[in-house]
């Protein structure tokens, strides 16, 4: 049985994913949307650590079930940073790249559900299955809208 | 006949009638002081642009000049019922500092110029601007004060001309939810109710709608049943004490911000008593089974300790919208510029949809509009959406409307929704749009954040051009200032909330050099020379009457069907509802009687959107969904609001409309008898937080969020804990700075927070934390009105009545009578 190990890396990388949310939100305080926005998703991918950490209890996997924080100090200082580069338009392309990293870091985080639900049907272990049910579709959705964010804003940030 | 003070008595008097009957004819009239009726050269058609009613009314034109107004018998809105708004607020079209020159800014300062120079300068810098750019420098923001031929002219030359995605209209403050929430459910927006469902209702719902203060003559309908036999019962849901609170069966007062949580309780317990209508579900719905799993998580209980509404209350009022035979429920406000907005406007959708209830007398849902004509913004392609309600996402939509307009698809931009007027903001402070031309709107007031949208319209490299009939805050900004007509000045359309289309005609000219909104957009298309594919002018059109057939041509087979509506219909008679054509001659009372909707695939006008991350939905998604011809149920959980109280700002506070004045007060404020009934700004506070801030009546007291600070008198009224509300028409073009604060800020938006609803790009008004203290003793009370939801807890030594010339004649009709109908 492997399923520790999907248990692990899908709990280190939803934490990830949080974290990329968040410091992305932070970097673009000024674009109200993403501010606000990552920062809700953000919830969803901290709420599926602490999912995947109780249900790694039951496959030998002593995980952390409080989302990883970063230093207050930093966060404050991205946030003062976006506030006073916010006339510059070079900040918008380093929103499309970290837009694009979201993207990418969900959709990576959705394959790992895929794989951990499939295992889940093959043993049947319905609690994981429940557990992969609830948590990819919000993933899914996290990939969607950076996604459409990435749509709506290319073209202004490209052209101009 | 009786005189009667409008600004003491709002509603008027009552005609009562009972369920199903006609509602009686009362015709309001008001004239210039020493002005009689039979003394009036000629009367002319309109209807009402200060309110979304669209109260059909006359003017009174003697020797060529306005003198008054009166409501039109005949009509089906008002059946000659007019407002405080419409009584009154006519006469700021003759205020002496209209503009009627147009300006421009030479040396920091605005000077009088021609029209040839101040266009030739517009048309230079847009030209400048498509060179060095393309046509993503350039955004419109318009108003809710245009008619439907000006939208659509518009539409045509930003969309089709210029190929800009950077046009949106002011409704986005006050309605984009109520579209959004329509494309959600039933994949296209137009309202499925009438106002008439008011006359057959047995229990109206009113979420977040103080529908006595921002449609007072609908609520005089609602008055007349509550006065007559049989009235219906109501449910009101508003954190104020507002008239339609003091007069409801169930007034519930959530916590701000917890709309969706209230919304999912009574689906709980409407579902969990079984009070639904399965075979209508089963016939004309999907996505039922999501509801039912989503609303287990919220029985009142758990529902109380997020909105702090007993859950008692949720169970009755649950109980009384579940047993109910025909239900009419209508949102505003309360919901769509707060938390979750669109979330929540959905959810009233989905309890008159499991309840069977639409397309039949009284059975409906109004998604009301702020507006008049924010109908025709959402229509004509001037609020973020493609004309005629076509799908942005659809490309098949977009080749039809290409064909329409005779140029190639890709000159129609389409790569994502329009852009809304938030994120053009963001843009221009971001220095990518260079070119913004606001027309008729006073974002400089209305917009959240204040300073911000200040530091961002004041830019060098911003080139604002603004279209008015007022030296606004916003015009004050400009580089380019034109003088514009206005109702009762031009010809044109308008299209109220209940779909009815009102024609509205040239009374008097307009001052000094002013021209009509269509004729300053036909001369920009004509000096920029936009030209179709085939090297023909792309506008064809030269005045109202054109423009009209013009955009008849381009609602053909769409929802909203124009095709069976002339100018010449409109005269004389009522409004027409659409959709109108050769199925329906006479107009469409409601549409989806049958259950049938509007969105399949192939039809829809939007494939809707995530309720929490805004991310539209790819059509594949839609069509998984199943939806053909079906109404669409989507569920929502709730999530906390982005800002919550903190021991610094430990009070929530709300903004909003009011009875005597609209958006911004340009014209109201030059109404005297509407000025004087609510002179200044003030805020609301409950007895027990003023008790505990040590705050009295009258006291000046400052109102802090971390955005800024504004400074009001103190009205201790009937809102609930922990609450503060301030109007937002407040601003400054009456004070000396002009268009800012001098020393305390008076706009209620210096302390909103720059956020949106993601579904609907609202912004939201509703939920900022705030902190409130006392900084002088009062001399006095408040001045603000006793006669609405600013009403004071105990009395105050005096009332809200007219000032002088407030006489309004009211002639009541007994039913059938009817008046000159």
């Known amino acids: 049985m492997k399923l520790g190990l999907v248990l692990h890396e899908l709990h280190r990388s939803e934490n990830d994913l949080a974290l990329e949310l968040l410091e992305a939100s932070e970097r673009h305080k000024v674009d ?129 | 006949m009786a005189g009667k003070d409008r600004i003491a008595e709002p509603w008027g008097t009552r005609t009562p009638y009972a369920v199903g009957e006609e509602w009686p004819v009362r015709v309001d009239m008001h004239l210039e002081d020493g002005v ?39 009509d089906r809105v ?94 986005r403050l006050c309605t984009a939810t109520a579209a959004a929430a329509l494309k959600e459910s039933f994949g296209c927006d137009g309202q499925p109710g009438s106002y008439t469902d008011i006359d057959h209702a047995d229990v109206i719902a009113l979420y977040g709608h103080n529908m006595a203060e921002t449609q007072s003559v609908l609520w005089t309908r609602i008055l007349d049943r509550l006065a007559g036999p049989n009235p219906p019962q109501i ?92 239900l009419l429920s209508t949102v505003l406000q309360g919901f769509y510029q707060s938390n979750q907005a669109t979330a929540a406007a959905v959810q009233v959708n989905n309890v008159n949809i499991i309840r069977g209830m639409l397309g039949k007398p009284g059975c409906g849902v109004l998604q009301m509009n702020g507006q008049p004509t924010a109908q025709n913004t959402r229509e004509c392609g001037g609020d973020g959406d493609l004309p005629a309600f076509r799908n942005w996402s659809n490309d098949a939509h977009v080749e039809d409307l290409a064909r329409v307009w ?24 971001d220095g990518s749009i260079r070119m913004l031309w606001v027309s008729g709107t006073n974002p400089a007031v209305s917009l959240p954040e204040l300073r911000r949208i200040r530091s961002i319209l004041t830019q060098k490299r911003l080139f604002l051009v603004v279209q008015d009939i007022f030296l606004s805050e916003t015009a004050q900004l400009a580089d380019v200032v034109l003088p514009a007509a206005t109702w009762g000045e031009k010809t044109g359309t308008f299209t109220n909330v209940d779909r009815t289309v009102h024609l509205s005609e040239k009374a008097v000219d307009p001052p000094g050099e002013a021209r009509p909104d269509l004729d300053i957009f036909l001369d920009y298309a004509r000096r920029l020379d936009l030209r179709d594919k085939d090297g023909q002018p792309l506008i064809k059109w030269h005045d109202p009457e054109s423009a009209f057939e013009a955009w008849k041509e381009c609602t053909r087979g769409r929802p909203c069907d124009y095709t069976g509506i002339t100018y010449e219909k409109l005269r004389g008679g009522s409004g027409i509802q659409w959709p109108c054509n050769e199925e329906n001659p006479q107009g469409s009372e ?43 149920i989507k569920a929502a959980g709730y ?31 030059r109404a005297p008898q509407l000025q004087d009934a609510a002179p200044e700004v003030w805020v609301e506070m409950s007895d ?109 030594g005096w009332e809200t009545t007219g000032s002088h010339n407030v006489e309004v004649q009211e002639s009541l009709y007994e039913a059938g009578e009817g008046g000159s109908r």
């Open chain 1, 32 to 160: 109200h949307e993403i501010y606000h926005v990552a920062r809700d998703l953000a919830k969803w991918s901290q709420d599926h650590v602490r999912a995947i950490a109780e249900i790694g209890k039951q496959y030998g996997q002593d995980l952390d079930p409080e989302p990883r924080h970063e230093f207050n100090l930093a966060e404050k200082i991205r946030e003062r940073g976006s506030d006073l580069l916010g006339r510059k338009s070079a900040p918008a392309l380093l929103m499309l790249r970290d837009l694009r990293e979201i993207y990418m870091k969900a959709s990576g985080v959705s394959v790992d559900w895929e794989m951990l639900a499939q295992a889940a049907q093959g043993i049947k272990h319905t609690d994981l299955l429940d557990v992969a049910a609830r948590c990819h579709p919000e993933t899914l959705r996290q990939m969607r809208w950076a996604n459409s964010m990435l749509k709506v804003n290319s073209t202004q940030i490209l052209v101009s």
């Open chain 2, 590 to 632: 409601r549409i989806y009687e049958d259950g049938k909707f509007w969105s399949a695939p192939e039809y829809c006008e939007s494939y809707g959107r995530d309720l929490v991350t805004g991310a539209p939905l790819e059509p594949d998604e839609y069509k998984a969904l199943n939806p053909e011809g079906k109404a669409i």
């Open chain 2, 235 to 326: 449910i009101c849901v508003d954190p104020r004490m507002t008239p339609v609170a003091r007069v409801a069966t169930v007034h519930l007062a959530p916590r701000p911000g917890t709309n969706v949580a209230l919304m999912n309780g009574l689906l709980h317990e409407i579902i969990g008593n079984g009070w639904i209508d399965r075979d209508y579900i089963q016939a004309h719905a999907v996505g039922y089974s999501e509801l039912e799993q989503r609303v287990k998580e919220y029985p009142p209980e758990v529902v109380e300790t997020i909105c702090d509404v007993p859950a008692e209350k949720i169970r009755e009022t649950a109980r009384i919208i579940g047993n109910a035979e025909r």
């Open chain 2, 78 to 171: 008002n059946h000659g019922r007019l407002g405080p708004k419409d009584l009154y607020g006519w006469q700021a079209n003759s205020s002496p500092d209209r503009l009627t020159r147009p300006l421009m800014r030479k040396r920091g300062k605005l000077v009088e110029t021609d029209w040839d120079t101040a266009m030739e300068l517009i048309v230079k810098r847009t030209n400048e601007l498509l060179e060095e750019q393309g046509s993503s420098a350039i955004g419109f923001y318009t108003t809710g004060q245009l008619f439907a031929e000006e939208y659509y002219t518009l539409g045509v030359l930003a969309h089709g001309g210029l190929g800009t995605n950077h046009v949106d209209g002011n409704t």
């Open chain 2, 688 to 796: 027990g937080d003023a008790r505990s801030h040590g705050i009295r009546e009258g006291d000046l007291a400052r109102i802090t969020t971390p955005r800024g600070s504004v400074e009001a008198k103190v009205r201790i009224s009937g809102i609930r804990p922990g609450v503060l509300f301030l109007p937002f028409h407040y601003g400054y073009w009456d004070t000396d700075a002009g268009h800012k604060p001098v020393k305390a800020g008076r706009a209620a938006n210096e302390l909103t927070i720059t956020d949106w609803d993601a579904a609907s790009k609202q912004p939201i008004f509703k939920t900022a934390a705030a902190s409130i203290r006392k900084i002088k003793l009062g001399s006095g009370p408040s001045s603000a009105p006793t006669t609405t939801a600013s009403a004071p807890v105990r009395p105050i």
């Open chain 2, 406 to 429: 005779n140029v190639d698809p890709m000159a129609i931009p389409h790569y994502s929704p329009p852009t809304h007027v938030m994120q053009m903001m963001r843009y221009a402070e």
């Open chain 2, 36 to 74: 009689t009726a039979d003394e009036v050269d000629h009367w002319v058609q309109t209807a009402s642009i200060l309110h979304s009613n669209g109260d059909a009314l006359d003017i009174a034109v003697k020797d060529d000049r306005m003198v008054g107004v009166r409501g039109r018998a005949e």
């Open chain 2, 639 to 669: 999530l906390p609001p982005h800002e919550v109280p903190s021991e610094k700002f430990p009070l929530q506070l709300i903004t909003g409309r009011t009875l005597y004045h609209f958006h911004t007060r340009t014209k109201t404020g």
